[in-house]
């Protein structure tokens, strides 16, 4: 068996760093979770992360609160409307730029750039980090997995490597580490299964916003909690992980797995399954990208072997969760497919949010919308401008499917 489709399957050997050097970290998209949380994790160690930069896409207050804690040189506003009042209130110096541009701009600054703007959005800032040749901590998935024609020939820059910013990918990273690419024999994705795990499809037709957002392990934005309940998320992943580590289809694997403590799983030739375990906390995987291949020298996650007592496991409910397999069937298609898949997820689910559709129409957005797909003629050197295409193509479709099943 040969499951290697091409690309890297383990971590590239970075440039070697002395010990006590200083690393410089950009972070876009600083006022959400993994942006707050990347600020605690360089606040461990702040004699060798120095935050360069700030990103944010129109939190004003709280980037201004953050930029006068960790006073870096510049900070980004997506919403180039909100510069002024911005420039206003940031502490004399700093420089502010303002637009997608100037998000972009930020990534291409520091040693390390970490990802964490939500959705399509954060595309250009995957590029412009991986076009300098930064070391790209990439918490959004949907770049790499809508743009993946394109990131993928980036990616060849020298310099530029991605860490997984994601609890599964990181620990995937760390488990391929334990061998060789030619020995793997698959992934196996653990998922939590949401808070809907164990239900059934006539069960689900009318659960509500506020029990798709209640996320029985992580504690995670809005777009990602409900990407979890429906399981799209752990469909995002799987592509997210074909194109992180060249890992073909047949051998990626999803386990349900309700405790989160085994983050995922590496099943190499001979039988033997290396697994990285932790309590369910994203500041283990941001500072892994920040340290690797050292570590972070603070524990995040550690777990206490006396209150661990069950780790279960079992297979995923492919017919109630139907995402998964749209996932997967648009990774397979490849091309243009997932940049799709991903822009008519998050119009479904910004509908879900809005009360416009209920849960289970999230699924039926996704495959109707799917079921138009069509490559922009032959397949071959994609451009930003046929993502983008692909991406406002899809989301026109899916905003009609969306009309169709509306309920207001
Ligand atoms: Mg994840």
């Known amino acids: 068996m040969t499951p290697l489709s091409g690309g890297p399957a383990t971590a590239p050997s970075p440039a070697p760093r002395g010990p006590r050097d200083e690393v410089t970290v950009s972070v876009v998209g600083s006022t959400g979770s993994i942006g707050t949380q990347t600020l605690d994790v360089v606040a461990e160690d702040p004699e060798r992360y120095r935050v360069v930069a700030l990103g944010a896409q129109r939190s004003v207050d709280v980037l201004v609160a953050q930029a006068r804690a960790v006073r870096p040189e510049v900070v980004a506003i997506g919403d180039a409307t909100l510069a002024g009042e911005l420039a206003e209130q940031l502490p004399s110096g700093t420089e502010v730029l303002a637009g ?8 291409a600054i520091a040693d ?48 530029a490597e991605i860490l997984p910013v994601d609890s599964e990918h990181c620990a995937v990273h760390q488990c391929l580490r334990s061998g060789r690419a030619a020995d793997v024999a698959r992934l196996l994705l653990t998922a939590s299964g949401g808070p809907f795990r164990g239900r059934k499809a006539d069960e689900l037709s009318d659960v509500g916003v506020d029990e798709a957002l209640a996320h029985p392990t992580w504690n995670m934005g809005p777009k990602i909690t409900v990407d979890s309940s429906t399981l799209m998320n752990k469909g995002l992943e799987v592509i997210e992980a074909h194109e992180l580590f060249g890992v073909a289809y047949d051998a990626i694997d999803v386990v349900v797995h309700p405790q989160s403590i085994v983050h995922s799983m590496v099943e190499f030739v001979d039988g033997a399954v290396v697994a990285q375990l932790s309590l369910p906390d994203m500041r283990l995987p941001i500072g892994y990208a920040l340290a690797y291949p050292a570590r972070l020298g603070s524990p995040f996650g550690a777990i206490d072997w006396a209150e661990l007592s069950v780790l279960e496991f079992e297979p995923p409910d492919r017919t109630t969760f139907r995402c998964l397999d749209l996932a997967y ?53 994609r451009t930003v401008a046929d993502v983008l295409d692909a991406d406002a193509t899809a989301r026109r479709l899916a905003d009609a499917v969306v009309a169709d099943r509306s309920m207001v």
């Open 100 to 107: 997608p541009d100037g998000l972009a701009a930020i990534a």
């Open 112 to 159: 390390v750039v970490v990802n964490g703007v939500v959705g399509f959005a954060g595309l250009s800032v995957t590029l412009a980090a991986l076009e300098a040749g930064r070391r790209l901590a990439l918490a959004n998935k949907e770049s790499i997995i809508a743009g993946a024609p394109v990131v993928a020939r980036v990616r060849g820059t020298p310099g």
């Open 329 to 381: 069937g648009a990774g397979r298609t490849g091309d243009l497919a997932p940049a799709w898949l991903s822009a008519a997820n998050e119009v479904a689910v910004e509908a879900f949010l809005a009360g416009r559709i209920t849960w289970a129409a999230i699924a039926d957005v996704v495959g109707d919308t799917l079921d138009r797909y069509e490559a922009p003629g032959p397949a071959g050197d």
